[in-house]
């Protein structure tokens, strides 16, 4: 293999969303030489409609009934777009996969700012929800958020959600190397080690260049549903084996006439009320909620974001499904998933119903995001390392079924894990 001392790295990192700016971000501190490979781009952040076209994409998941998982294709990855819900990752289950994780969580919890929100920044339409529920005699308790209150000028700002891109800005202070529009094709091999990575370089939505970056350590972070098909173009045969999960969600909205509200910081709040059924506050923004409507086709809903109140359902369902050889995701939901779908309609329904809630309709279901593709202690061992030496697994597609929280925090702990894990070896 022809190689090149500028083109080497101690570590290439592929993806710059939460698990891979940790890493990139860990590894530059300690002076390593790191490559990032982003396959979006770099322009400003913010809530625009154009802003957020430019950088949304969709992941078909095979069920007729349940549309794509988003994602965003921009440097900070779906960290762009995300809710800011910060669970924390559950410790327990990770120590039995012989993942500890406690101490990446300390760390974490030091450097982010994790915040639960002070009633004064809820607004008017979480605080309808949030007495309806309560009266309705569920646990409706507020999430850990990663927002910096210091940035909410008392209310909602989408500069004060924390972004990836955070972490990222620092791994390139401390000297990282940050290629944006480019999309890994493979991974490079030799004899059983994974050696570098091949890319292509994309300008207007075309390949204008192939290169080779050759590192030590490889870690794909490309995201849950992204990682696994550059896993099995590189020659993995087993990918996606025991299928994956997609986590169906949909809104229910209703109109409370006389309501005066403003921005809301979404996802707030939200209760469990089965096993694998979860409720919460969906009262998004106003531009956030305006693209919602646009999408669901509810041209006359438009301009009543004031008016509007909405709970979110999700189903957290099990394992299933195929990666096709086409690369495309597959997966038909079970008639439990349906039930629990519809249960959770129900509930939500009940609670804007009693806030007052009239004219409600239920958006059509989407997928919140992949994941479980790869299973640690089969797919990749407790260092996150693939049968491969060298080539290293960090993001949603690692994060198993049984993992009931929102992922950005255990993805920012799964990164700072394996950022101590290869520092040894670098």
């Known amino acids: 293999m022809d190689r090149h001392g500028s083109n080497e790295f101690d570590a290439i990192v592929v993806g710059s969303g939460p698990s891979g700016a940790t890493i990139a971000r860990e590894l530059?501190?300690?002076?390593?030489?790191?490559?990032?490979?982003?396959?979006?781009?770099?322009?400003?952040?913010?809530?625009?409609?154009?802003?957020?076209?430019?950088?949304?994409n969709s992941v078909s998941v095979g069920d007729k009934q349940v549309s794509g998982a988003p994602r965003a294709f921009t440097t900070g990855g779906t960290s762009a777009?995300?809710?800011?819900?910060?669970d924390q990752p559950p410790l327990e289950l990770f120590r039995d996969l012989g993942i500890d994780l406690s101490a990446a969580l300390e760390d974490a919890r030091r450097e982010l700012p994790l915040s639960i929100l002070p009633d004064e920044l809820l607004g008017a339409q979480a605080l309808r929800v949030q007495r309806s529920a309560l009266e309705l005699g569920h646990r409706w308790k507020k999430n850990t958020m990663l927002i910096d209150l210091a940035k909410c000028n008392g209310g909602y700002t989408y500069e004060a959600k924390w972004n990836a891109r955070t972490y990222l800005r620092e791994a390139v202070v401390h000297g990282a190397t940050l290629v944006t529009r480019a999309r890994?094709?493979?991974?490079?091999?030799?004899?059983?080690?994974?050696?570098?990575?091949?890319?292509?370089?994309?300008?207007?939505?075309?390949?204008?260049?192939?290169?080779?970056?050759?590192?030590?350590?490889?870690?794909?972070?490309?995201?849950?549903?992204?990682?696994?098909?550059i896993l099995r173009n590189s020659g993995m045969k087993d990918v996606a084996s025991g299928?994956?999960?997609?986590?169906?969600?949909?809104?229910?909205?209703?109109?409370?006439?006389?309501?005066?509200?403003?921005?809301?910081?979404?996802?707030?709040?939200?209760?469990?009320?089965?096993?694998?059924?979860?409720?919460?506050?969906?009262?998004?923004?106003?531009?956030?909620?305006?693209?919602?409507?646009?999408g669901h086709r509810r041209w006359i809903r438009l301009?009543?974001?004031?008016?509007?109140?909405?709970?979110?359902?999700?189903?957290?369902?099990?394992?299933?499904?195929?990666?096709?050889?086409?690369?495309?995701?597959?997966?038909?939901?079970t008639a439990e998933d349906h039930a629990k779908l519809q249960k959770g309609n129900e509930m939500a329904r009940e609670i804007i119903r009693h806030a007052?809630?009239?004219?409600?309709?239920?958006?059509?279901?989407?997928?919140?995001?992949?994941?479980?593709?790869?299973?640690?202690g089969e797919h990749v061992d407790e260092n996150l390392q693939t049968e491969y030496e060298n080539l290293h697994v960090c993001d949603g597609s690692v994060i198993p079924d049984t993992v009931k929280v929102a992922p950005t925090l255990t993805l920012i702990c799964l990164g700072k894990y394996l950022a101590t894990r290869l520092m040894p070896a670098l």
């Open 243 to 294: 299928g994956f999960y997609c986590h169906p969600t949909f809104g229910v909205y209703g109109i409370v006439p006389g309501l005066k509200a403003g921005d809301n910081f979404i996802a707030s709040m939200g209760a469990e009320v089965e096993d694998g059924v979860g409720v919460g506050d969906a009262n998004p923004a106003r531009t956030l909620y305006r693209m919602m409507m646009l």
């Open 303 to 333: 301009f009543r974001h004031s008016q509007s109140i909405g709970v979110g359902v999700m189903v957290k369902e099990g394992l299933g499904g195929v990666l096709r050889d086409d690369n495309r995701y597959s997966k038909q939901l």
């Open 184 to 229: 890994v094709a493979k991974v490079l091999l030799d004899d059983g080690r994974a050696v570098g990575v091949e890319y292509k370089l994309i300008e207007k939505k075309k390949e204008v260049e192939t290169r080779q970056a050759y590192g030590t350590k490889i870690v794909l972070a490309a995201g849950g549903a992204a990682s696994p098909i």
């Open 28 to 56: 530059s501190k300690q002076k390593k030489k790191v490559l990032i490979l982003e396959r979006g781009g770099d322009a400003p952040l913010d809530e625009g409609f154009r802003t957020m076209a430019s950088i949304l």
């Open 356 to 376: 007052g809630g009239k004219h409600i309709y239920t958006s059509a279901a989407g997928a919140a995001h992949i994941g479980g593709v790869m299973k640690i």
């Open 81 to 86: 777009v995300y809710f800011a819900v910060a």
